[in-house]
């Protein structure tokens, strides 16, 4: 396994980490969807295990996360493996649920879920803590008291390094010199590459400011491991957030097909595969610390594994570009 560090900071990630959205089943917040099919912990478990003997020691979550259950099953999970969580880098976040709070960044809600989180990962200090998003209020209201907020569990040992996650260059754009994050997160995929690209907004960000990029959903929530056949679609249950993507619907995943024929073509036709090139794709990319694909048994993440030893040139790069560009 290889290590990247984060930003300037002495924290350094294995490339292959893992998500852990999926620890938290079906879910809904503010009458939203938010969540994925339930998993089981045994699975989760053999999993995990599976991760940490290949030298994984990374776990990303978030309070949202089955509103804290995904946060609760890996300190459980890590016990039950006769782990120390302190051993790992844990990530957690703040800003998707806000409970009573009149917004998710109010500082003393912030600080609740640091707290909260805290109890629920069985920790005294939580490696990286994001900002979940970019939206701060009107006029970035709540942004000023949301750094100051991180500025003072870092103080206080609470937090360990700050990081950023948004769905836009002008959220990272704003956010990024009053947060003065070490490590920005969102997806970074060979569908939706415009975050980690180094001549990109973010990618020039990253660059001035030192930090480091992770990327989620570097599978594309597993289409481009091509599993889905647009003529019998697959169907979600309520509660898991794929049920409302339209890239699950005939048209897309139809589309999709003749794209991945071609990467089949070059790179080999099996799930494992697919699921090496898809993240060394991602962690070709210079700014990339590392890449967070979400898990639910053993299976899923020896395929995941599979990234660490693939390598691209540039002109497997560019071939990848080529063959899913106008998707």
């Given amino acids: 396994m290889n290590y990247r560090p984060l930003g300037r900071t002495d924290i350094a990630v294995s490339e292959i980490s893992l998500g852990c959205w999926t620890l938290g089943g079906l879910n809904w917040v503010d009458g939203q969807v938010n969540g994925w099919a339930e998993v089981n912990e045994d699975d989760i478990t053999a999993a995990v295990k599976r991760a940490v003997d290949a030298g994984v020691n990374h776990f990303d979550n978030a309070d949202v996360y089955g509103n804290g259950r995904a946060e609760r099953m890996l300190a459980r999970v890590l016990k039950t493996l ?5 051993q790992f880098i844990v990530a957690t976040k703040v800003g998707h649920f806000r409970g009573t709070a009149e917004h998710a960044y109010d500082p003393i809600h912030i600080r609740h879920q640091c707290e909260q989180s805290l109890r629920n990962l069985q920790r005294d200090y939580v490696d990286i803590y994001y900002l979940h998003h970019g939206d701060f209020g009107p006029d970035g209201e709540w942004l000023g008291g949301a750094a100051a907020t991180l500025d003072a569990l870092v103080k206080e040992g609470k937090v360990r390094i700050k990081g950023q996650s948004a769905y836009s260059d002008a959220d990272f ?23 980690i690209k180094p001549d990109s907004a973010v990618g020039r960000l990253l660059a001035e400011h030192g930090m480091s990029f992770v990327a989620f959903s570097p599978l ?17 249950e309520e ?18 097909k003749p794209r991945l024929a071609r990467l089949k073509t070059r790179f080999g036709a099996t799930t494992g595969d ?21 898990f639910r048994n053993e299976s899923q993440v020896a395929c995941n594994l599979g990234g660490v030893t693939r390598r691209l040139s540039d002109e497997d790069i560019a071939f990848i570009d080529r063959a899913l560009a106008s998707t």
């Avoid at 006769?82 to 302190?86: C, V």
């Avoid at 509660?239 to 999709?256: K, Y």
């Fill in 274 to 294: 697919l699921a090496a090139v898809a993240l060394r794709y991602v962690l070709n990319h210079p700014n990339v610390a590392c890449v967070i694909p979400g």
């Fill in 82 to 86: 006769g782990l120390k969580s302190e």
């Fill in 173 to 195: 754009a704003r956010a990024v010199p009053v947060v003065k994050p070490a490590v920005l997160q969102s997806w970074g995929n060979a569908l939706r590459p415009n975050f």
């Fill in 239 to 256: 509660g898991d957030v794929r049920s409302t993507d339209a890239r699950f619907q005939p048209e897309f995943l139809r589309a999709m």
């Fill in 220 to 236: 594309q929530k597993g289409i481009l491991l091509d599993k889905f056949d647009p003529d019998h679609p697959p169907t979600f």
